[in-house]
């Protein structure tokens, strides 16, 4: 099929949406700015709010069966402060991950008004999803769950409930590497209490029963241990595909790339921002809480998805 001198090409061979639809790209764009990023599955809701329970409870157990009992106070202190900042950093870039729209292309805006806006070459080929009759950006898959394309997109992850795209995985990244420290920190503190409580035969190591902080720091230990081999293969995975260029999908079809790939430490600046600097570790960056009370008492539209 040929349009205004370029060529669209559509797999399943979807028509275009007709000249009398009323889908405006405008307005679906602003109206996309005005909305918070949610996706409404229900296995994903499930595993982000497993994800707050699990950490939830490793600080339930380094606070109150491991800190707080013990008679050394900078070292309750120090740890504590050290543990229950980063389960803070943790938790929020899980919600910056789960909540930011990872580069979602407008839905329907496959018309002939919107691409003769796009002022293409003569014979260049474009791409339409046929499933949300969306023009494709180059580097954009489809995602069955979020039900939209996603430029960019390295996979979607049920336990932040979203998929991890351009937009949003810096925070992802932040997210593993957090939760991966955490947890190498609860597994250092079972070592150091398992070895005290041994010493000291059970009798003040704990305010709890010997038994019942027997049972909390091995399924502790369990669930650090688990948790940091799955996060810290994910951080070094994503490490690598941002320094790549390329993401897990374009690596796993061994798609060719038809895109100049960047350096390695234009990579990470791109995803992460700028120059090196504090703010590359910290989720709280952009973040702008005015804009969120703003779109709450105009009472609009909460949900993107």
Known sequence: MQSSGHRFRDVEHHPLLADNDTYDSSS???????????????????CAIMTWL???YADFVVTFV?????????????????FNCL???ALSSHLRTMLTDPGAVPKGNATKEYMDNLQLKPGEVIYKCPKCCSIKPERAHHCSICKRCIR?????????N??????NQRFFVLFTMYIALISAHALILCGFQFFSCV???WTECSD???????????????????????TAVMFGTQIHSICNDETEIERLKSEKPTWERRLRWEGMKSVFGGQPSLLWINPFAGFRIRRLLLRAKKGGPEFSV
């Open 208 to 230: 709890f029963s010997p038994p019942v902080t027997v049972i909390l720091m091995i399924f502790l230990c369990l669930e650090g241990f688990l948790f940091l081999t799955f």
């Open 87 to 89: 389960a803070v950093l």
């Open 66 to 82: 491991m800190l707080l009992p013990s008679k050394d106070f900078w070292y309750s202190v120090i740890n504590g402060v050290l």
């Open 54 to 56: 699990l950490v939830v």
């Open 199 to 201: 010493r000291g035969q």
């Open 152 to 160: 960019k997109m390295d996979h979607h992850c049920p336990w932040v």
């Open 28 to 46: 679906s764009e602003a109206d996309m700015a005005e909305r918070v990023w949610f996706i409404r599955d229900g296995c994903g809701m499930v």
């Open 162 to 167: 979203n998929c991890v795209g351009e937009k």
